[in-house]
């Protein structure tokens, strides 16, 4: 049987990944002019982490984890998202002793046990801000400018941006209560798994897909009637700082997410170009969970992106011409034994000093292809210029460049290959 990649995961081969290493370095100088610094942690960690963190009745912990024992007998879990890990290294290495709030961004694998599907795998990317230790709502607002930042520079036009409350331990429990009733006499309408939500996660009921769910909570008691006052007038400044920094956006009463440790802003970044995984970003605020891992309390807001959707995105606007190859500046041809010897030299010489060369690679150490099948290869390549190697102009102490563009020939002496080769790309790169 021929071996396969496990189901959800994808290989990313060079052309997508020069894609991907565009949107990292997007990302990247973003999160420098917001003033992010980078975490990297673990790919796995312990599975209370995400049981306290996440929340034991969501989907991901109910589930969608990769969970383990070590050899230690340790229940371990690779991570299905950065939040509570970026947390976790918050408490442990006492970040709260330098300037509040901690700024930390990442990009890194999480792994979900989803069914697959396009914008949707087992093991899928996210970049991602946390801001530990303020209530600012200008930070909350962040969270929301990092990633449109993102897919400005990037050139991603289509979404929009849906904003919610859905308070905190103070205004919550009551508006649990008050949505449960509500919902008990409606609860043979509901789908099997809004069913089993409703005692342990009944919020989650209101963002349901399944259109029996939306018609059955049509004018359910929305979280938004129900915050405190501390809630009210936090979600009042984020809208007031988005509304100065020109970020449109809509209320969407109906906006939960899937983790349990939200509180107060919640926030999504849809797009319809994705089909049936829409939301290329999300987040919200998370106020106890630095105290549900075991630190103290410090108030904190964060974002996580997917990385395959915003290859998506880019794929569906038009906008991935930067996934070709980068093509060598200089193809080497080399006829003969010596010239073989010679053309290794001079590749390493001219990429030291960064100028990306090729050679043809032959399984017979001094049996050259045809001058003919070489050009074919440099053709093919895309290469900017053919150094061409024989034996005989190696005797005569020379080298013919010829440019690919318009088939312009001329010989060089090979002591000054290196800089007629520079001249040539004018500088070491760059168009003609
Ligand atoms: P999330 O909504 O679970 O939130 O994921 C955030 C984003 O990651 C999604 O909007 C989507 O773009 C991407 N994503 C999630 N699951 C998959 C998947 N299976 N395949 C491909 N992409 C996926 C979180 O993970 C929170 N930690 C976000 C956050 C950070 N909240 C506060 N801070």
């Given at each position: 049987m021929e071996a396969r990649a496990p189901r959800g995961t994808t290989d990313i081969l060079p052309e997508e990944a020069r894609l991907w290493q565009k949107i990292e370095a997007t990302v990247r100088e973003v999160m420098r002019a917001y003033g992010y610094g980078e975490i990297r942690t673990p790919v796995f960690e312990y599975t209370e982490l995400f049981l306290r963190g996440v929340g034991e009745t969501t989907d991901i912990v109910e589930k969608q984890m990769y969970t383990f024992e070590d050899q230690g007998g340790r229940s371990l879990t690779?991570?299905?998202?950065?939040t509570a890990p970026v947390v976790r290294a918050f408490v442990q290495h006492r970040l709260d002793g330098r300037a509040l709030p901690q700024k930390l961004w990442y990009a890194q694998p999480m792994f979900r046990y989803e069914r697959p599907q396009a914008g949707r795998g087992r093991q899928f990317h996210q970049f991602g801000a946390e801001a530990i230790g303020t209530l600012d709502p200008a930070c909350d607002v962040e969270m929301i400018a990092i990633p449109l930042e993102v897919y400005r520079r990037l050139g991603i036009q289509r979404f929009e941006v849906l904003v919610n409350s859905i308070g905190c331990e103070v205004c919550r429990p009551a508006y649990r209560a008050e949505l449960k009733a509500w919902l008990a006499g409606r609860l043979d309408q509901l789908c099997p798994t809004c069913r089993s939500r409703y005692e342990r996660n009944p919020l989650r009921v209101l963002d349901c897909k399944e259109e029996r769910c939306r018609q059955a909570t049509e004018g359910a008691p929305a979280p938004l009637d129900h915050l405190c006052d501390e809630c009210s007038r936090h979600l009042e400044h984020v809208t007031v700082l988005l509304r100065a920094l020109g970020i449109e956006y809509r209320m969407d009463p109906r906006l939960v997410r899937g983790l349990d440790y939200y509180t107060k802003t919640v926030f999504e970044i849809v797009t319809d170009v994705l089909g049936a995984q829409g939301t290329l970003a999300a987040g919200g605020r998370y106020d106890g969970l630095t105290a549900a891992v075991g630190g103290k309390r410090f108030p904190a807001v964060g974002f996580a992106g997917g990385m395959e959707r915003a290859v998506l995105a880019l794929r569906a606007a038009g906008l991935d011409e930067a996934a070709h190859l980068d093509a060598p500046d200089v193809f080497l041809v080399c006829l003969g034994k010596e010239a073989r010897i010679e053309g290794v030299k001079i590749a390493h010489r001219l990429r030291r000093e960064d100028i990306a060369s090729a050679l043809d690679y032959s399984d017979e150490f001094d049996q050259a292809r045809s001058m003919r099948a070489q050009m074919k290869a440099a053709g093919r390549l895309g290469a900017r210029l053919a150094l061409i190697l024989g034996d005989d102009e190696l005797a005569r102490g020379v080298a013919s460049i010829k440019r690919l563009s318009d088939g312009e020939q001329w010989e060089v002496s090979l002591d000054g290959v290196i800089p007629a080769v520079k001249e040539q790309l004018g500088g070491g790169g760059g168009p003609f």
């Open positions: 690779l991570r299905p998202e950065g």
